[in-house]
């Protein structure tokens, strides 16, 4: 997928643990040992529910930094579809609303690349499996890329037909600075 | 103190519903005094939304509702359109709108078995630990699950809240061409359905059975999707546009989503049980035999085992997508051409969950007037309480979390969807 592109729609892979890895398409993929890491920013949120928009927001603003070897997606709910998403990447990059008891516009990080979200932040997801169960399903499943950081932005205002919120808007700018601060010093992995 | 018929008991969270709630069951003296299944947001709106708007908007504002089943209120609101302009949709058009729903089956059903229903037979808490026992069912599940969003991907325009239907067809149809990854997909998931089919017949089922009523629509030849008369296995035989004759909705205190029952009647099932119930003739013979060979007989009346309805029918929406595509004529136009009227409209359609009602009034300009929408849930929701009461009664002797557990297990039987019915939702047991 192109850099740059908005993903609606997302593909599965086929392929069990272990096995060749193939793209979306079922083609075989075939990487230099020594590529520079592929990293997928995805932006998860509801555009109709005030704060929890602000995951997307920050995909769209990424994408407008046209980052060397970031795609950049943006994904309207939580599904198991989205596992696909992330599978030719070397590093994944979420961003969500959650709520925790931090002020609004709050921005966490959390490297989920060895262990779990921590339960006391959940995601403002309403649907059927939020994304700290379905990162570990997929970890449990071995399709989850080498490195997994989610950033979070406090949320608090998720009424449906609000916009975002100012403090949260705030948060944004301070996600993106994290987020593009944290690539540029992040070290170039060995592809695997 | 806490003894077999004296306890308070409470839980906070409903998990693995789509949306959040809560149900409430009051238990005095070994009997069931009352139970609810609460919702406690405030009801969403849309039906005023929708007023003032284009009747052509429909389709698209109403998708919003729900992420899991947008094409059911796409198709609910097209079919309403097209009644009051007078317009059918016939073949290759027709049979591309099976196809949409096929994939909205697919991709529900499959979510529902394997992730969210799934553990509670098996003994696991959610999906995360069922996958670490069982990688390779799950594995499978999600593959099958991707067919269903890639239909709908397709020939929706995206996957969530799709965005191609309008009222007489589509905007766009996929050429044939594009459709051949998905057909050979579509292959591997009709055998490994089948193989699935069985393995839930052999799953663990409570002895649990009901006099329920069940309602779903029933057409001349096809297992329904988008068309039919109501029918029951009570004698309720009438047309959609009867539906609020007969369907009766009200508000009560204990939950911001409407109850209905039939006039005069009671608590009425709708779902694939129901489907299933009154449709099993309709089901093709590899489908039937399936059926059978995971031990159901042409009716079902337990709704634990609606996990192996779930199954037979995403079988037969995988081996139904299979025959339309095999076909699959390209319309000669994306659309058939109406003219805009005013008028009252109803559409119900088959949604995964049960049958989705809407009703719309327009003005001759084609703005909506006023718009009644009935999602399945909402009409499941007395029935699931009805199931709580005659479930908890010969149970109340069994340890808390036992009981807890199987409770929500007895809940998500209908895989109640209360992001359609409303939004929120939490748990509460209480013994005294």
């Not at chain 2, 663990?204 to 006099?211: K, R, Y």
């Not at chain 2, 007037?369 to 849930?377: E, Y």
């Amino acid at each position: 997928m192109a850099a740059g592109c908005t993903v609606n729609v997302w593909l599965l892979a086929s392929n069990p643990p272990g096995s060749v890895r193939r793209n979306a398409q079922g083609c075989e993929v075939v990487k230099n040992e020594a590529s520079i890491p592929k990293t997928l920013v995805l932006g998860i949120g509801n555009a109709w529910r005030g704060d929890d928009a602000v995951g997307l927001l920050v995909a769209q603003a990424l994408r407008a930094y046209d980052l060397p070897d970031v795609t950049v997606m943006e994904a309207s709910t939580v599904d198991p579809a989205l596992i696909p998403l992330w599978q030719d990447f070397d590093r994944l990059i979420l961003i969500d609303a959650v709520i925790s008891d931090a002020a609004p516009g709050a921005v966490h990080w959390f490297d989920l690349s060895q262990t779990p979200l921590p339960t006391l932040v959940s995601s403002c997801s309403t649907h059927s499996l939020d994304l700290a169960t379905l990162i570990e399903l997929a970890r449990t499943l071995h399709q989850l890329p080498p490195e997994v950081w989610l950033f979070g932005i406090e949320g608090r205002n998720l009424t449906s037909g609000r916009p975002v919120s100012a403090a949260v808007m705030m948060g944004l700018e301070r996600c993106i600075e994290m987020i593009v601060e944290r690539l540029r010093l992040a070290p170039q992995r060995q592809a695997h | 103190m806490n003894t077999l018929t004296t306890k308070t008991v409470r839980v906070e969270a409903l998990a693995r519903v789509e949306g959040e709630g809560a149900f409430y069951v009051k238990v005095r003296e070994g009997k069931v005094e009352d139970a609810q299944l609460r919702i406690y947001e405030p009801p969403r709106f849309f039906e005023a939304f929708l007023r003032g708007r284009s009747y052509a908007e429909a389709p698209d504002i109403t998708a919003r509702i729900c992420g899991i089943c947008p094409v059911a209120y796409q198709m609910s609101a097209v079919h309403a359109m097209e009644a009051i302009f007078g317009v059918r949709v016939e073949g290759p058009l027709r049979e591309l709108r099976r196809l949409l729903y096929c994939g909205e089956w697919i991709e529900s059903h499959a979510l529902h078995m394997f992730m969210l229903h799934a553990p509670d037979f098996l003994g696991y808490a959610d999906a995360i630990q069922m996958a670490a026992d069982h990688p390779d069912l799950v594995l499978q599940a999600l593959r099958i699950k991707k067919v269903g969003n890639d239909i709908v991907a397709l020939l929706g325009g995206r996957e969530i809240h799709p965005i191609n239907v309008r009222v007489g067809g589509f905007y766009h149809i996929p050429k044939r061409r594009e459709w051949s990854r998905i057909v050979e997909e579509l292959k591997w998931a009709r055998d490994a359905m089948a193989e699935l089919v069985k393995w839930t017949g052999l799953l663990p089922f409570p002895e649990f059975e009901q006099p329920y009523e069940f309602v779903a629509l029933r057409h001349p030849e096809e297992y329904p999707f988008n068309e039919g008369r109501l029918v029951s296995n009570r004698g309720l035989d009438i047309p959609i546009s009867a539906f609020e004759e007969f369907m009766v909705e009200e508000h009560l205190p204990h939950s911001t989503s409407l109850h209905a029952h039939i006039k005069d009647r009671g608590a009425y099932f709708v779902g694939p049980l129901a489907r299933y119930n009154l449709n099993f003739d309709r089901l093709s013979p590899p489908v039937q035999e399936a059926a059978r060979a995971a031990g159901l007989g042409p009716t079902c009346n337990n709704p634990f085992q609606s996990i192996i309805v779930r199954g037979v029918e995403t079988l037969y929406a995988i081996d139904e997508a299979l025959r339309i595509l095999e076909d699959y004529p390209e319309p000669d136009a994306p659309y058939v051409q109406y003219e805009v009227r005013g008028g009252v409209g109803h559409g119900c359609t088959e949604a995964p969950r049960g049958i989705l009602y809407h009703r719309y009034v327009l003005d001759d300009n084609g703005v909506i007037v006023s718009a009644r929408i009935t999602p399945p849930t909402a009409q499941n929701q007395a029935t699931i309480e009805a199931d709580l009461r005659a479930f908890v009664e010969p149970r109340v002797h069994l340890p808390l979390n036992e009981l807890t557990w199987q409770c929500e297990q007895a809940i998500r039987n209908y895989d109640p969807c209360i992001s359609c019915s409303t939004h929120f939702l939490r748990l509460n047991i209480e013994r005294v």
